[in-house]
């Protein structure tokens, strides 16, 4: 019981000792990024009032750790003076110190033109030894059809590395079978990520560029940077199955482009799926004209019998005959 006692006894002065220590962790947090805002400010050539410069040397001149009520209050004049960055964003951004300092802020940045770097060589790699190892030619002076592919593949022209296509026809008017290799589908897969990486690159600079880039949206970028990658590897395979072979755009593009493509606009993947998903439900469900017609019929036959019993009509034999003739037909 004693024990106990004392021990209740205490417990209020280790909530007032935990509550010090997050007025601390609040005061501290509060200083860094005030400090962090009047550097910005400073740096930017930012338009201070007189207000927030008087809250400002008033932080300033207080001893370490400054007045809560007085730092609150300098934090949020500042925070409208640099608006749309926030305290948050500027840390993210601003560069660190050591060697690449701006690369490494935010990490998510480096980390996009490492895979960005990868990706592209890679899809060069792997684009380049097909072209090694299909680049033969048959005695007669006609090209084999793995030869044919590749030129199919590749193209004639500057992208020549990034049209792979398999399945086209040599020159001797026979047809190879659909039938991606491992090496390709690498190939796709390195297209899908060069296309992802640009896509977020290319959204995340603008942020950085005007400090207003937030950490929290990380997880974000990296999850559009995965959808990507699996939205360019669909559609390539899609476009390099045989059902679209009429399809002349397809077949000028290759499936490597397709796949950046898709890497690019994981949105535009998700709207051709879901397009093709409700043509081969309606193939499976059928087009219903058969209800819908019963259905209007049904529709039309109401409206005549209910016509029909209107006084008006009763009173004209010849009107009532029609429409118990159109009756007839409708229900044919």
């Not at 087009?287 to 005549?304: F, G, H």
Request: glycine share 8%; proline share 5%.
């Amino acid at each position: 019981m004693g024990a106990t006692a004392y021990a209740s006894e205490g417990n209020p002065g280790d909530e007032a000792s935990s509550e010090g220590e997050k007025a601390e962790t609040d005061a501290s947090l509060a200083s860094r990024e005030f400090h962090t805002m009047v550097r910005y400010a400073l740096a930017e050539g930012l338009s201070i009032d007189d207000n927030t410069r008087r809250l400002i040397a008033q932080v300033e001149a207080e001893s370490a750790p400054p007045d809560l009520d007085l730092l609150i209050a300098a934090h949020g004049s500042l925070l409208k003076i640099i608006a749309p960055a926030t305290p948050r964003s500027l840390e993210a951004t601003e560069p660190a110190s050591g060697w690449l300092g701006s690369f490494r802020r935010p990490p998510l940045i480096l980390t996009m033109m490492i895979v960005a770097l990868l990706a592209a060589i890679g899809f060069v790699a792997t684009a380049v030894e097909s072209v090694e190892q299909g680049g033969s030619v048959t005695p007669a002076g006609t090209t084999s059809n793995v030869a044919a592919n590749n030129a199919f593949a590749f193209g004639r022209r500057p992208l020549h590395l990034a049209r792979i296509a398999l399945g086209a026809s040599s020159t001797t008017g026979t047809s190879a079978p659909h039938h991606p290799s491992v090496q390709s589908e690498l190939n796709w897969v390195f297209a899908a990520a060069l296309g992802a990486a640009f896509y977020v690159l290319f959204t995340a600079h603008t942020y950085v560029a005007a400090r207003t880039f937030d950490p929290r949206y990380n997880s974000v970028y990296t999850i559009r940077c995965v959808l990507g990658i699996l939205s360019g590897l669909i559609l390539a395979n899609v476009a390099a199955a045989p059902l679209f072979d009429s399809n002349q755009t397809f077949r000028n593009l290759g499936p490597a482009v397709i796949a950046l493509l898709g890497g690019f606009s994981a949105e535009a993947v998700y709207q051709i799926l879901q397009r093709l998903v409700d043509v081969l439900l309606a193939a499976v469900r059928g087009d219903n004209s058969a209800e819908a017609k019963n259905k209007a019929s049904q529709t039309a036959q109401n409206e005549l019998l209910s016509l029909a019993s209107d006084s008006t009509v009763a009173a004209n034999p010849a009107l009532l005959d029609k429409i118990h003739g159109a009756i007839k037909k409708v229900g044919q």
